[in-house]
């Protein structure tokens, strides 16, 4: 096991150092791509074999230590987008020195997304060797591990509200911005014919939305009507029990994804339609980096992130009086989109390749993880925290979400797409953009202002 | 040997550009004057269907093929003014709309005023749409598809633009929202309806990607519709007034822009996705046009012209019907109001679906709605931008909630691709609810309708 991981580490040096190496074409390969790596293996094997037997006799420590530098060199150097990563370490000098809220806020989130996507690249990577079942439920718990780990931050500090808004900003930037961009320019690159994807996991993730929508909209109303029994007593209790309802369905869901996955999905295109389904067929790839390496660079990413979410939850009021913009803002529009960049790319990348079943998994699939698993999940968190975190968001973003997934559903149910659906969708997500710009949230904790009623 | 002739004489008025006009012109007068000439029938013509205006064109040149006079001439003046004036049985309410004036200064009686405006206006609206189709024929279809998607509603919209003027905000929201739900499901209703009760053996189908992508459409400019309201009635704006109104502004800048990318989708696919004919016209090369292009622009001029003169008497007029026949403003601006205006349409919708052109109806009754959802109200903001006028996107709650649920229902009714005379009920029977709600719908912030109660 341990010259194949020399070999690899050693072709990744090499093709480390390459310059025409594209961001793309790396997020390619750490998300999917057989072909290369059978190729880059074969290649390697018998080039090193010569060097192989006279590195083996090595000595162990030597060869502990290098393992270390190349497992660095692996994960950290060779993604472009890492390029971000000192702008961490950044937030947390500026933090220290000038406590200027605004820069900090900016650095951090810009430190997190390299980290972010390189914590999906990790996921995956322990994903090959546990199997289909238990890569899928990594994947569908890692998946939005970033915005889990800044909304249990959040819940910390007490910013409630915060927590609501970026999980809905992530579901609706995903469902609006990212579905958008995935059509929209893969009908670019395809004009002359529609491209199709697969209605039925389309149709269940959608119900699975409209489901969360349900959970959401109840408590929403109770609090609007005023006819709670116990006036905020009765919705948290109910909000709690919607949540491991939720809960329950999700997990249901991966249970039929799993046991359903060769019969009910079958994909149009050439690859498997979720990213579990790339867990299967990923026997022919070689991973990259070992199991224990993979949990290794898991646990460090997670820690990273922590800290980094920290400052960047710490300084959220302060951006925002810093840059005039009301927190609703920064939380549901500015947080998602940043923190998403990577996925938003890997989506528009796999559009462009025809291979819409995947953009879709990545897109509607992460907005089903975050509504479905995400939300609840927050609110059964900060029970045990003993914050008291609903699923009351408020009507306006609750109209807000009913409306997206009404619209993304409808959408989605021919199972079709061309650009002129995805220019809507991107449309629509400006639309909503706008209407958060100017709307004030009442019951932030941010603003002192007293609520009209 | 008459179809042989016909189709002779047919074929020599495809290959001349205007052929021969006075046998046209005495035939029309002939037809005009014979009784089982439905109005349907010429709606037929304008609206465009070619198999129609062959078959009719035989039964005239038959009688008329003596006569035939194959100069290259223009209509003269009177000539014009009978194809266009004469030719159509509803024009006979044409005369309303100078008795409309003529009553407006003499009793100043604001109901009788507001009715016979109302009745005066509706043939013009038909011959306005007429003049446009004849227009369309000499443009090609790129220009006639615009020219379609903008005067298509051009009554609707010269209403309110004098409304605006008036800064009668809410008049003009509810008359377009009006207009969209006697759309969606008065006229596609009675479609549905009568298609069906003609044709009852088998289920008519249309086509599920037009009407897919229109409801698309209309489910955005709801979105556009939504957030406006609900900021302002959750009262969490940011500069209490002003950002609604920006936020509107913004919004209406984005749907014209989804709008004019739809135009341009439309005619790029059209081949493709449109198998049938939609209302946009692609193809009049097999009809002859029937008056020359400065006729049909000259026309359209004096139509919108003579339109914009009792729209002005209309809309000065509701106010004072309102209390006149003691009906809420809301419920003649969403309901009286565009059920007569769009009486031609209607005619045309139920006329098609008898047919058996669905898709031809389903274009005139969706294909409506979503112009006036995404380029007549955004439209109008613009216009009342320009204006100074503070006419934004919150068509307040009630009538946000109506138009949201109304279009998730026609949208999940469309979108199986088939009707029937069910269906067709179930459409007009939700129309009478809206309208009945509507009846009992006081308008906040209604000049007319003050509450007892103090407004929020």
């Not at chain 1, 299967?280 to 800290?307: G, H, R």
């Not at chain 2, 989804?258 to 946009?280: I, P, V």
Request: proline share 3%; net charge negative.
């Amino acid at each position: 096991m341990d010259y194949k991981l020399q070999v690899r580490v050693q072709s990744h040096l090499e093709m480390g150092s390459l310059d025409d190496r594209s961001m793309g074409d790396l997020d390619d390969e750490c998300l999917y791509s057989a072909e290369m790596d059978a190729q880059k293996t074969q290649s390697t094997d018998s080039n090193e074999q010569v060097s192989l037997s006279s590195s083996l006799p090595v000595a162990g420590n030597k060869m502990i230590r290098n393992g270390v530098y190349k497992s660095i060199k692996t994960v950290v150097f060779s993604n472009k987008l890492n390029l971000l990563m000192p702008f961490g370490p950044l937030a947390i000098l500026v933090h220290k020195m000038t406590a200027h809220n605004g820069w900090v806020f900016f650095l951090s989130l810009l430190g997190i997304t390299p980290l972010a996507e390189r914590l999906g690249y990790a996921t995956e990577q322990l994903a090959f060797y546990t199997g289909p079942t238990v890569g899928g439920l990594l994947n569908a718990t890692f998946g939005n591990a970033t915005e889990l780990i800044i909304s249990i931050y959040a819940l910390k500090s007490g910013m409630i509200r915060v927590v609501q808004l970026s999980l809905l900003g992530s579901i609706l930037s995903n469902m609006l911005l990212v579905l958008g961009c995935a059509f929209f320019c893969g009908g670019l690159v395809y004009p002359g014919k529609e491209q199709a994807f697969s209605k039925a996991t389309a149709v269940v993730n959608s119900g699975l939305l409209l489901m969360a929508v349900m959970g959401l909209l109840f408590p929403a109303v109770l609090y609007y009507t005023h006819t709670e029994r116990h006036a905020g007593k009765s919705e948290l209790a109910l909000s709690r029990f919607s949540s491991c309802i939720m809960l329950l369905a999700y997990a249901a869901y991966l249970v039929f994804q799993l046991k359903s996955q060769k019969d009910l999905y079958v994909p149009i295109g050439e690859e498997g339609s979720q990213n579990e389904q790339n867990a299967n067929d990923d026997d022919d790839e070689a991973p990259e980096i070992s199991k224990w390496e993979s949990i290794i660079w898991l646990a460090i990413m997670t820690a990273w992130i922590s800290i980094l979410s920290d400052y960047l939850v710490d300084a959220m009021q302060g951006a925002s009086e810093a840059w005039g913009v009301p927190i609703s803002f920064i939380s549901v529009i500015l947080l998602p989109i940043i923190g998403n960049a990577a996925e938003h790319a890997s989506a528009i990348m796999f559009a462009m390749k025809n291979k819409l079943d995947i953009s879709l998994g990545v897109a509607i699939g992460s907005s089903t993880q975050i509504s479905m698993f995400g939300i609840p999940f927050c609110v059964v968190i900060g029970w045990m925290m003993g914050q008291e975190m609903d699923l009351n968001f408020q009507l306006f973003e609750t109209a807000t979400l009913f409306i997206t997934v009404i619209v993304v559903a409808f959408f989605l149910q021919e199972g079709t797409s061309n650009y002129f659906k995805g220019l809507m969708l991107i449309l629509c997500y400006l639309i909503v953009a706008a209407s958060f710009f100017v709307h004030e949230d009442t019951s932030s904790s941010g603003e002192s202002k007293q609520p009209k009623t | 040997m008459d179809d042989q002739k016909s189709n002779h004489h047919n074929n020599k008025s495809i290959d001349l550009d205007d052929s021969p006009p006075f046998v046209r012109i005495h035939s029309h007068a002939e037809i005009g004057s014979s009784e089982e000439r439905a109005v349907l029938e010429l709606e037929d013509e304008r609206l465009n269907s070619c198999d129609s205006i062959t078959r009719k064109k035989h039964p005239f040149k038959e009688t008329s093929s003596s006569d035939i006079c194959h100069m290259k001439c223009k209509n003269s003046l009177w000539n014009s003014i009978k194809i266009v004036i004469f030719s159509s049985k509803l024009n006979i309410l044409m005369v309303f709309g100078p008795a409309a004036i003529i009553v407006h200064k003499t009793t100043g009686y604001h109901g009788m005023v507001f009715l016979l405006s109302l009745l005066g206006i509706i043939p013009l609206a038909e011959r306005l749409g007429y003049a446009t189709e004849q227009l369309a024929s000499f443009t090609g279809p790129t220009v006639g598809g615009l020219l379609n998607a903008t005067f298509g509603n051009a009554t609707e919209l010269i209403i309110s633009i004098f409304a605006l003027r008036n800064g009668m905000i809410r008049v003009v929201q509810q008359s377009l929202l009006g207009s969209i739900l006697s759309n969606m499901l008065l006229v596609l209703g009675c479609a549905f309806f009568s298609g069906g009760l003609v044709i009852m053996k088998r289920e008519q189908v249309f086509n599920k990607a037009a009407a897919g992508v229109n409801s698309g459409l209309l489910l955005m400019s709801v979105m556009g519709l939504l957030f406006p309201a609900v900021l302002h009635s959750t009262r969490t704006e940011l500069h209490f007034g002003k950002s609604e109104l920006a936020l509107s502004r913004f919004s209406s800048c984005v749907m014209l822009f989804a709008y004019a990318a739809f135009l341009y989708f439309q005619l790029r696919s059209s081949k493709k996705l449109y198998d049938m004919e939609s209302k946009t016209e692609t193809s009049d090369d097999d009809e002859a046009p029937e008056i020359s292009m400065w006729e049909a622009i000259v026309w359209l001029s004096i139509l919108t012209t003579w339109i914009a003169v009792l729209s002005e008497y209309l809309v000065d007029a509701i106010e004072g019907a309102s209390t006149a026949l003691k009906i809420p403003v809301a419920f003649i601006s969403v309901v009286l109001l565009p059920i007569v205006g769009n009486a031609a349409e209607h005619a045309g919708a139920i006329m098609f679906a008898m047919k058996d052109k669905l898709d031809i109806s389903l274009g005139v009754a969706i294909g409506s709605s979503t112009q006036i959802a995404m380029f007549g109200i955004p439209f109008c903001v613009i216009i009342a931008w320009i204006m100074g006028q503070p006419m934004d996107l919150n068509f307040q709650l009630f009538e946000t909630a109506t138009l949201f649920l109304t279009v998730i229902v026609v949208a999940f009714m469309l979108q199986e691709g088939t009707s029937n005379y069910f269906k067709g009920l179930m459409l007009i029977l939700c129309y009478l609810i809206v309208a009945a709600s509507f009846f009992v719908h006081v308008d906040l912030d209604s000049v007319v309708d003050k509450p007892h109660k103090n407004g929020e």
